[in-house]
């Protein structure tokens, strides 16, 4: 699950400080040599990954870097200090590219990479550089290098770290429209959701993070049952699970049971997703049952830390807010790709749980591709923003099929079974 996260900031390395030019004056040596010093160098705009971030959320705030500028040289050979560098970190997988051009900077996918972006002015020599043998005396000194200036325009492919879970109605979309500026639609019927929501949510103390919001599970969704692949498949990538329990518990459901039954759901899905950690939300607290059905929660089971909400007030999300930012900090990076993986584009591969994929043989190399899950394949990778949808319809080339074609022995017009397939978006 991924969105496109871009910021476009201005960046400008340190100039280089100017060389001195000075002679020596010292008691009882009238004519001193030069003594100028060398200026320092101005100080490189420096990206570098850090893992706590997840998102450029800092960098809206904060659209120009300026790193210092390198200080004068001084008398007595003395050089200026150098200017620091203006290290600005970003999450892993962020892309750093001239905003003029396009031109791709730096590509920041390992752990504490570095990529110089501008770099600073060198320092100006003083004019005790420039003595020679015919000339003792220069007066002459440099002047410091300018500092690169660059418009760069910072990308991040962003993945969800939080999923919002539970049954139909209980109010996710409430929650991440409270918390995020996202606007997902809302409204008192089951299934309002159906493709996933993404929201930037900032926590008060500086950290951030991307929250998604997913459709409604029902029973049996591990089976399949009401588009639950499609559902749960959404949530294997996000780190951290909040759970969202109705505790008004409208439709005659009852809490204790449903937070049982998604958990199940959860457990039965291929991947596990029971072993993620989670916030588990109490919503609805305004209704009539609510505190009722809370201490039968409680009593049910006394070892869940859960959070009463009114989502729809704004009442009580903060806590949740700070534990799923606490959450995130203990529990591994999901890796955006690995460094073998990386092509042209990223790439990104599909295993099929459900019936596999057929591969209709056209001949001459041409071949289709058809089956019940692909589409939720590639919109996974592509998610429902404007851009994915483009880069979805126009740029995607699927791997390895002419392959397995070969390897299956298949004759032209003969269809093939697929269960798993990569595939790519090209620039
Ligand atoms: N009384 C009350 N109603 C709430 C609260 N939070 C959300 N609701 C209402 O519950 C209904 C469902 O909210 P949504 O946020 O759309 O629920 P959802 O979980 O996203 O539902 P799906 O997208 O269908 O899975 C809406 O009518 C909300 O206004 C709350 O704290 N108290
Ligand atoms: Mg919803």
């Known amino acids: 699950m991924q969105f496109i996260d871009r910021v476009k900031i201005k960046v400008k390395a340190g100039d280089g400080g100017k060389g001195m030019s000075s002679f020596r004056r010292e008691k009882y040596v009238p004519f001193g040599g030069p003594s100028g010093g060398d200026g320092g160098k101005g100080g490189d705009i420096v990206f570098m990954v850090d893992e706590g971030k997840s998102t450029l959320l800092d960098l809206r705030y904060n659209r120009k870097v300026v790193a210092p500028n390198g200080v004068n040289g001084k008398t007595k050979k003395m050089h200026g200090a150098v200017g620091e560098d203006a290290v600005i970190k970003v999450p892993l997988g962020t892309i750093v590219k001239d905003a003029e051009t396009g031109r791709i900077l730096a590509d920041l996918t390992r752990k504490n990479q570095r ?14 550089r420039f003595k020679t043998s015919k000339n003792t005396a220069p007066t002459y000194a440099e002047k410091g290098g300018l500092g690169e200036v660059k418009d ?94 109705d505790m008004g518990a409208q439709d005659g459901r009852d809490p204790v049971q449903d937070y049982a039954n998604i958990n199940k759901e959860l457990e039965e899905y291929q991947y596990r997703l029971l072993e993620r950690p989670q916030v588990v939300v109490a919503n609805k607290m305004d209704l009539d049952d609510a505190e ?20 729809a007030l704004d009442e009580g999300l903060e806590p949740i807010i700070y534990k ?11 890796p955006l790709y ?28 041409r071949w289709k591709l058809t089956g019940e899950e692909i589409e939720t ?31 299956a022995g298949a004759a032209d017009g003969d269809t093939i079974e697929l269960a798993e397939f990569e595939f790519e978006f090209v620039e």
């Open 324 to 334: 799923a930012a606490d959450l995130l900090e203990v529990t591994p990076v999901f």
């Open 338 to 365: 690995d460094e073998e993986e990386k092509s042209e584009g990223v790439l990104y591969k599909y295993e099929g749980d459900k019936p596999p994929f057929k591969v209709h043989n056209l001949g001459n190399g």
């Open 377 to 407: 394949a590639f919109a996974m990778a592509t998610l429902d923003t404007d851009e994915g949808q483009q880069r979805f319809a126009r740029k995607m080339r699927v791997l390895g099929v002419d392959s397995a074609l070969r390897e």
């Open 152 to 245: 760069v325009e910072v990308e991040l492919k962003v993945l969800a770290d939080v999923g919002l879970v539970g049954y139909p109605s209980v109010g996710k979309s409430t929650l991440l429209s409270v918390v995020s500026a996202a606007k997902p639609e809302i409204a008192d019927y089951h299934f309002t959701t159906i493709q996933p929501n993404l929201g930037m949510v900032q926590v008060p103390d500086g950290r951030s993070f991307v929250m998604a919001d997913l459709p409604g599970l029902i029973d049996g969704a591990a089976q399949g049952k009401g588009l639950g692949h499609q559902f749960l498949r959404h949530i294997e990538r996000c780190r951290v699970i909040i759970h969202v329990v």
């Open 292 to 311: 009722a059905n809370l201490a039968r929660f409680k009593e049910a089971y006394p070892d869940v830390e859960i959070y009463p909400t009114m989502t």
């Open 115 to 128: 990529a110089i972006i501008c770099k600073g002015g060198k320092g100006g020599r003083g004019n005790f």
